[in-house]
Structure formats: structure tokens, C-alpha cells
């Protein structure tokens, strides 16, 4: 019997979301017994179907095997604590083109680091990282993100963008451009969910501030944090076209969500959107050049994100009007796009990875 130690966070953030997505493939999709060690001290299991295939992974852990592999799925910068003694994987996620020194000491500490994109790659190997790396795109829940027909109270066209309150999210761009692409005689709205539980309320009404001060701010709402990933489907699947102009991302789930609900998309052409945003799938925004990562908060400087100018903004000017004009609200190449991203396949390149070489052998 083979057998996998996870050791990641079970919580409604982008780690914990993925989390319970590759835990749970592992668990139904393979062979392999999960025994699950919570990152932190807060599980959160949203709904039944989630209990039923988590708890039994965190009574594992009870009797968990010390020399099975281990799968930590945390930040870069927090990798020396593992479970057990087996083969050590890690699976990070990060935005800018450079690590700290302590940061690819870490990941080199590791036997194998698992990345989501090939851009991911070119990074981790550009800063001297030399464990083994291996590319495992993330999914998407179909069962979760498909498109159902709805009753509509109006023709509005809706913008939406999913991505808590911070400068690498470009909401600040966003709105910028919202603001330059209509009038108030416009149709329109542009829904913003961007919980951000992180921020203390000065810095929550910075930027709450952009919505109160701008001239569509009629035409803008913003939404608290939904509940689980079904509301999430929700507000996708009343809105027209997800919107999506990340300085950089270290994947970002939910672009292809919106395409596996039949939802134009808007993105910018850069970091890991490279791995499934395309020409025939998104509107991209052409990035041209970087500037150092800094927002003082998260970001310091220390590596390079897009820079987003007036060429970034006209283009996102372009693709707003142009989906809303030509009353764009599907997006067939992107359904196709998003079916080729599952969790299983996740999971199946980590089970071929960590588990397959019974030996446990390091290549």
C-alpha cells in the first residue's frame, strides 16, 4: 500500500482551497493512503462532501507512516518543517522572478519542489534552485464551476474580479480602466470580491476608497467573502466577464473557474496566466516591461512583477468596450481550456512523482 504524508492548511485561502482540492483527488483518484497534518490551527471544511473525504485523511495522521513521502504545500520561505522521515516534496507558490537566498536554501533543502507553470520553473531554475522540479498545473472543480442557466433581473452587462484587496491584484488598474472604458449612460457594472482578512482597517479603507471616489462608483459593488466555493460559482455565473490584470501570479484559480462557466476573461499576458491564458481563450493585455515588486505590505522590491502603464491600460480600455458592445458572454474555447485542468491530473503527477518509485529513490 502506498502511502502520503500531506502537511498543508485546510482553510477557505488560495493554499487552503488547493489544499482540500489535492487531498481530496489523492484520496478518490489513486491508491494511496492520505494521512493529512492541517497547516495552523483553523480547519475549515465547508461542506459535507468535504468532511466525508478529509476527516478520514486527519484520522490517518493518527497512525501516520514516518517514512512515507511527505507533500508540504506552503510558502517558500517556510519549508523546514516536514512530517516523518521519507522523501521530502514541496509545492510553493510565489509571484516575483526572485528568491531570497534563504528562500532557494529552503526549496534546495527539498527532494522534489513541484511548481504550477513552466513559468514557475524557468524561475525556480533562473535562482539556482537544483532539487528536482516538476510542473503540476492546478484544476478545476467542473462538479463546482459549471455553467447553469439563471433568471436574470436585468440585461446589465457585469464585469467581475475575484482577488482579495492588493496592489499585485490591480484592482487600483482596474477600476482605472473601468472608469475610462464608460459613463453612467452605460449599461454596466463591475462586481469586486475582494475580502482581504489580512489587512487592518485603515489600510481596508485605502482602498475602499477607490470605489467611493470614483465617478461610476454607482455602477461598482463590492462583496464580502463568500461562504464556500458554490457561492464563489454563483457570483461567477450571474456576472458576464471575469476580469483579471494581476501584476503577477504564482497560478491563480480563478480564471480558469470563469472559463469553465462559459465566461469571457480579460488577463494580463504574464507570469503563470501564460499556462492556460492564450489568444483564442482570454483577452490578453500585453505586458512590456517590469518594475520591482513593491506595494509595503507583502512586496519590498526584492524581484520584478508587470508593469501596468498607459499602452496596458488602453488595451484593457479596448477589451472592456469591445465584450460589452459586442454583448460577449461566452466563451467556448475557454470551457475547453478549462477541462483540460482537473485536480485528478494534479494529483496524478504528484502520485507519479512522490509514489511510483517504491524504492523512494531520489532522481
Not at 526549496?107 to 513541484?114: G, H, K, M, P, T
Not at 469586486?192 to 482597517?201: A, E, Q, S, T
Not at 481596508?204 to 460559482?233: C, F, G, M, P
Request: hydrophobic share 35%; glycine share 4%.
Amino acid at each position: 500500500m502506498k502511502n502520503i504524508n500531506m502537511y498543508c492548511p485546510i482553510n477557505g485561502t488560495g493554499y487552503g482551497i488547493t489544499s482540500k482540492n489535492i487531498v481530496s483527488s489523492l484520496s478518490k483518484s489513486t491508491d494511496a493512503t492520505v494521512s493529512l497534518f492541517p497547516i495552523g490551527y483553523q480547519v475549515q471544511l465547508e461542506t459535507s462532501d468535504e468532511e466525508s473525504i478529509l476527516k478520514p485523511c486527519l484520522e490517518n495522521s493518527k497512525f501516520y507512516n514516518p517514512f512515507s513521502p511527505c507533500l508540504k504545500i506552503w510558502h517558500q520561505h517556510d519549508l523546514a518543517s516536514r512530517i516523518g522521515k521519507g522523501i521530502y516534496g514541496v509545492f510553493p507558490f510565489f509571484e516575483s522572478d526572485r528568491l531570497y537566498e534563504f528562500e532557494i536554501h529552503q526549496l534546495n533543502s527539498a527532494d522534489y519542489v513541484f511548481t504550477a507553470s513552466k513559468w514557475g520553473k524557468t524561475v525556480l531554475e533562473k535562482n539556482g534552485v537544483n532539487s528536482y522540479i516538476t510542473v503540476a498545473p492546478l484544476g478545476v472543480n467542473l462538479d463546482i464551476f459549471k455553467q447553469e442557466k439563471i433568471e436574470r433581473e436585468n440585461d446589465t452587462y457585469v464585469f467581475c474580479h475575484i482577488g482579495k484587496w492588493e496592489k499585485r491584484k490591480s484592482q487600483d488598474f482596474l477600476i482605472e480602466a473601468f472608469n475610462k472604458a464608460f459613463t453612467e449612460k452605460d449599461n454596466v457594472e463591475l462586481w469586486l470580491l475582494p475580502h482581504n482578512p489580512f489587512l487592518n482597517k485603515e489600510e481596508t479603507e485605502k482602498w475602499t476608497s477607490l470605489v467611493d471616489n470614483s465617478k461610476l462608483k454607482e455602477k461598482i459593488k463590492v462583496y464580502d467573502r463568500l461562504q464556500t466555493q458554490y457561492h464563489v460559482a454563483s457570483f461567477i455565473n450571474h456576472s458576464d466577464c471575469g476580469v483579471f490584470l494581476s501584476r503577477a501570479e504564482g497560478w491563480n484559480n480563478e480564471i480558469p473557474e470563469v472559463m469553465a462557466m462559459n465566461k469571457p476573461v480579460i488577463a494580463t499576458n504574464y507570469s503563470a496566466h501564460t499556462e492556460y491564458c492564450t489568444s483564442d481563450n482570454a483577452f490578453l493585455v500585453d505586458i512590456d516591461k517590469n518594475e520591482p515588486a513593491k506595494d509595503d505590505k507583502w512586496f519590498n522590491g526584492h524581484g520584478n512583477w508587470a508593469k501596468l502603464e498607459e499602452k496596458q491600460l488602453e488595451q484593457t480600455v479596448e477589451h472592456m468596450r469591445f465584450v460589452y458592445n459586442n454583448n460577449i458572454r461566452t466563451n467556448p474555447n475557454g470551457v475547453e481550456t478549462a477541462k483540460l485542468y482537473s485536480w485528478d491530473n494534479t494529483a496524478s503527477v504528484i502520485y507519479q512523482t512522490l509514489l511510483e518509485n517504491d524504492s523512494y529513490n531520489v532522481k
